[in-house]
């Protein structure tokens, strides 16, 4: 057993939902006990910073300044929100590096009564602590139902390995932690190249063209991967990806369906734990056709499918060298 | 891209003190003034394109004392936030905290020229203020009403939707120290103005 103050974020019961419910089920089940932190406030997300500075990192040591209270014996702070995350991390980091703005934000702090450190709680995503506490060999021996057959394209998403304040991540661009766990789960990975494009973020609020043609982006290619469903670690990605896709759909004249689920949620799908209880279901594009390959070899899948078309030969091309006995494109055989 | 119309530098103090108050207002050490005009940052952005001004352009313009078009310029709020310019510059500039400093100073002598973006960071950190927890509900109405009220018939299917998979929070959370919360954020208001 090992404890973690829990920080959730604000989305954790409103639009990612079905995080929560899954991470909950997937901890219990790896041994995690996660202590949510006493009335935690909202991290700013990323509009506090873009309107004043003081308030804003403020506002986020409110909950440092919680979790260190309630720190027993040195556990991290664990949120499983990107942006929450990064936002945690990073006025941990500044409040370090610019002394003047840790003064500050303690003298605001100390309006409520409150006081924080910096450096004094370690600040953690839950696909690292799980990555790295838990490790694979842990997360392979619950795995009751592979996920084989399942075709899955990993998104990270920007804000978990960028900018790193902790430097956590060895690779920013192109990290495959999020592909090693899926296949741990025995799914079949896509090498998704925009694995850390960004989804637009915010964008669909305020600049909807913007935010469109970065979710179409994102879709486009995973469906040129051939996945069944994206995977992500981030309640705004998922929302993006999911919930505007219809918006995409239409802005673009597409038909896509490419449904978006969270990674804990595909690991109690794994651990073989009622899909029900891990938010499955909650998704507006549908995930359950996709998650039906479960299980199926690839020719049951091939099978459904119908037959592969044959490609045609182009008629320009060189001829192809064939079988003695084969009589060559144009001849009638004797 | 649409390239704004800028005025030509001017090589007085003035450009030293805006690239000194913009270094001032960020989190963390900005190093702004260690730009070497490379370009990656611009080369690695998803929403260039949609800028007036590439960061690598922008930071010029910080350098030349060129305060008003820089903070008219639309860049920082086309900005993600996605940090691929961060971890990929040379330098180690932290270029998106520079881009959330333009907009908070934008934003206090109202030189932003689109106001979505401001009016929606207002509306957002407004509940945070209130309630000690974002309301998505309450964020995307008010803005959405007030803002993209034809997007609204393209919306319904997916706000129904949310809705009927309870992901929509009718009500919003409060926390419980709410108080506690304003005279903090009140507090360090107050620390930020005389800064």
């Known amino acids: 057993m090992s404890r973690y103050l829990y920080?959730?974020?604000?989305?954790?019961?409103?639009?990612?939902?079905?995080?929560?419910?899954?991470?909950?089920?997937?901890?219990?089940?790896?041994?995690?006990v996660l202590a949510e932190i006493e009335d935690w406030n909202c991290c700013g997300a990323t509009e506090y910073v873009g309107v004043s500075l003081s308030p804003a990192y403020a506002l986020i040591a409110r909950n440092l300044a919680i979790a260190s209270k309630a720190k027993q014996d040195g556990e991290p702070l664990v949120a499983a929100c990107s942006a929450c995350y990064l936002n945690l991390a990073k006025a941990d980091s500044y409040m370090k590096e610019r002394p003047q703005l840790g003064e500050r934000v303690n003298v605001a702090l100390n309006a409520g009564g409150l006081h924080y450190d910096p450096g004094s709680v370690e600040?953690?995503?839950?696909?690292?602590?799980?990555?790295?506490?838990?490790?694979?060999?842990?997360?392979?021996?619950?795995?009751?139902?592979?996920?084989?057959?399942?075709?899955?394209?990993?998104?990270?998403?920007?804000?978990?390995?960028?900018?790193?304040?902790?430097?956590?991540?060895?690779?920013?661009?192109?990290?495959?932690?999020?592909?090693?766990?899926?296949?741990?789960?025995?799914?079949?990975?896509?090498?998704?190249?925009?694995?850390?494009?960004?989804?637009?973020g915010h964008m669909t609020q305020i600049a909807p063209k913007v935010g469109l043609e970065l979710i179409k982006r994102l879709v486009d290619e995973a469906e040129h991967h051939k996945a069944d469903l994206m995977v992500t670690v981030?309640?705004?990605?998922?929302?993006?990806?999911?919930?505007?896709?219809?918006?995409?759909?239409?802005?673009?004249?597409?038909?896509h369906k490419m449904p978006i689920v969270f990674f804990t949620q595909l690991m109690g799908l794994a651990f073989g734990l009622d899909p029900?209880?891990?938010?499955?279901?909650?998704?507006?594009?549908?995930?359950?056709?996709?998650?039906?390959?479960?299980?199926?070899?690839?020719?049951?899948?091939?099978?459904?499918?119908?037959?592969?078309?044959?490609?045609?030969?182009?008629?320009?091309?060189?001829?192809?060298?064939?079988?003695?006995?084969?009589?060559?494109?144009?001849?009638?055989?004797? | 891209?649409?390239?704004?119309?800028?005025?030509?530098?001017?090589?007085?103090?003035?450009?030293?003190?805006?690239?000194?108050?913009?270094?001032?207002?960020?989190?963390?050490?900005?190093?702004?003034?260690?730009?070497?005009?490379?370009?990656?940052?611009?080369?690695?952005?998803?929403?260039?394109?949609?800028?007036?001004?590439?960061p690598r352009m922008l930071f010029a313009m910080i350098r030349a004392g060129m305060k008003d078009e820089a903070l008219r310029s639309n860049t920082p709020w086309m900005c993600v936030s996605c940090y691929h310019c961060v971890v990929r510059c040379p330098q180690?500039?932290?270029?998106?905290?520079?881009?959330?400093?333009?907009?908070?100073?934008?934003?206090?002598?109202?030189?932003?020229?689109?106001?979505?973006?401001?009016?929606?960071?207002?509306?957002?950190?407004?509940?945070?203020?209130?309630?000690?927890?974002?309301?998505?509900?309450?964020?995307?109405?008010?803005?959405?009403l007030r803002h993209f009220i034809l997007r609204l018939p393209r919306m319904a299917p997916m706000a129904i939707g949310l809705f009927l998979r309870g992901r929509i929070g009718i009500l919003p959370h409060r926390i419980r120290?709410?108080?506690?919360l304003q005279a903090i954020l009140s507090r360090a208001e107050e620390l930020e103005r005389v800064s």
């Not at chain 1, 990270?156 to 932690?177: A, F, S, V």
């Not at chain 2, 907009?103 to 009016?119: L, V």
């Open chain 1, 7 to 32: 920080y959730p974020g604000c989305s954790m019961d409103g639009s990612g939902r079905a995080y929560g419910e899954s991470l909950t089920g997937v901890c219990e089940q790896l041994g995690l």
């Open chain 1, 123 to 200: 600040i953690r995503h839950l696909l690292e602590v799980i990555m790295n506490d838990v490790g694979l060999d842990q997360v392979r021996a619950n795995v009751v139902k592979p996920l084989a057959g399942l075709r899955v394209a990993p998104y990270l998403g920007c804000m978990l390995p960028r900018p790193d304040p902790d430097h956590r991540w060895k690779n920013h661009e192109r990290p495959d932690d999020l592909d090693r766990l899926l296949e741990a789960l025995g799914a079949d990975v896509v090498d998704f190249p925009l694995k850390t494009e960004c989804c637009g």
């Open chain 1, 234 to 255: 981030c309640p705004m990605c998922q929302i993006n990806i999911d919930a505007y896709q219809g918006e995409m759909n239409a802005e673009f004249h597409t038909k």
């Open chain 1, 276 to 334: 029900k209880k891990m938010g499955i279901g909650r998704e507006l594009t549908d995930a359950r056709p996709a998650l039906k390959k479960i299980g199926k070899g690839p020719q049951a899948i091939a099978a459904e499918a119908g037959p592969a078309h044959r490609q045609r030969p182009d008629k320009r091309a060189l001829p192809m060298p064939r079988m003695a006995d084969e009589a060559p494109a144009g001849e009638v055989r004797p």
């Open chain 2, 1 to 54: 891209m649409v390239v704004a119309q800028v005025s030509p530098p001017v090589t007085t103090n003035s450009s030293v003190r805006f690239l000194e108050e913009v270094s001032a207002k960020t989190a963390g050490v900005s190093r702004l003034e260690m730009c070497i005009q490379c370009g990656t940052c611009g080369g690695s952005c998803p929403s260039a394109d949609d800028m007036d001004h590439t």
């Open chain 2, 92 to 144: 180690g500039v932290h270029i998106a905290d520079v881009m959330y400093t333009l907009k908070g100073m934008a934003e206090h002598t109202k030189s932003y020229r689109d106001k979505i973006p401001p009016h929606f960071a207002g509306v957002f950190v407004g509940q945070v203020e209130t309630f000690g927890r974002s309301w998505e509900l309450g964020l995307t109405a008010r803005h959405y």
């Open chain 2, 177 to 180: 120290q709410r108080e506690q």
